[in-house]
């Protein structure tokens, strides 16, 4: 993808297809309208949906040609009217379904959040959605405490080693559950106590091994042939929550399992996390974020130039916690 220099650079997606459909174009700078903001971007994260998008598979389509691009974090550069509560020159992170792989995006002003002082431009991008997802999913979902055992299915990914990172902060004793030593090496790094390599094969006797009496809830992002040996070492009464399906493969599950071991089967939405909950669990993972306790293991960093690479890599699981496109390179 060749590199434009007039006008606002961006990732565009031209058609359906594999992440190397994606190029480089030049577009307007955009205008904010009433309630909007222009953001300069910092940092751009990586995340699985944007895949699923580009391959025109995800849940919600998204007519082409469009600026694929979730994640973000970078500078307010312009505001429309109706935003009192911004300035020109706020740092912020925001969130969205398509925009963020370009040098400024406009979006609605409400759905910004300041980034923290200390906190750099890479980091704000890549802690969102991951730590939100698996910290929401561990608190209001799973109802992880101090002492529980958690199995983290794809502990070497984004969500995954985010789960690793705050269950832990929570005192909980973390079997990770990853596809290379690489990937299970960062997970203990982040204090996983129990590493399976699931390539081998034979995971529900690892788990059994790990966990001999039964774990207390499983995060399963990964879906595929992992969710039924996970699911089966759940302790009478655990939780599992589906998280999404990474493997590109939804489980089919016995539901004799769910009636013979008495377990919960739950999917997480932000949607259905109770608003006090919901509020408590933000304020909780800001002060982890700030306080330096839980932090984002950025495994790579691509011009935007090379944004079909960053996300080929994170399509082909070869991706070590998050990747960040960076605009500036």
Known sequence: MAREVIGVRAVVCPEYGAPDVLRIESRPV??????????????????????????????????????????????????????EEWTVGDRVTGTGLYGAFADQIVVSAATLTPVPGGVDDHTAAAFGVAHR??????????????????????AGGGVGLAAVQLAVSLGAEVVAVASSAAKLATAHSYGAHHLIDHRPGGLRDALRAAVPDGATAVLDPVGGVLSEPALRSLAPGGRFVTIGYASGTVPRIPLNL???KGVTIAGFQFGNIAADEFDRNERELTE????????????GVFPLE???????????GYAVGKIVLDPSL
């Open 306 to 316: 090379r944004a079909a690479a960053a996300l080929r890599e994170l399509a082909d």
């Open 288 to 299: 982890l974020l700030t306080s330096g306790r839980v932090q984002p293991h950025i495994g």
């Open 30 to 83: 955009p205008v904010p309208g009433a309630g909007q903001a222009r953001v300069r971007v910092r940092a751009a994260a990586v995340n699985f949906p944007d895949v699923l998008l580009i391959a025109g598979k995800y849940q919600v389509g998204v007519p082409t040609p469009f600026i694929p691009g979730s994640e973000f974090a970078g500078e307010i550069v312009a505001l429309g009217p109706d935003c």
């Open 258 to 260: 769910v009636l013979i």
């Open 133 to 154: 997802t698996a910290y929401h999913a561990l608190r209001s979902v799973a109802r992880v405490q101090a002492g529980d055992t958690v199995i983290v299915l794809g």
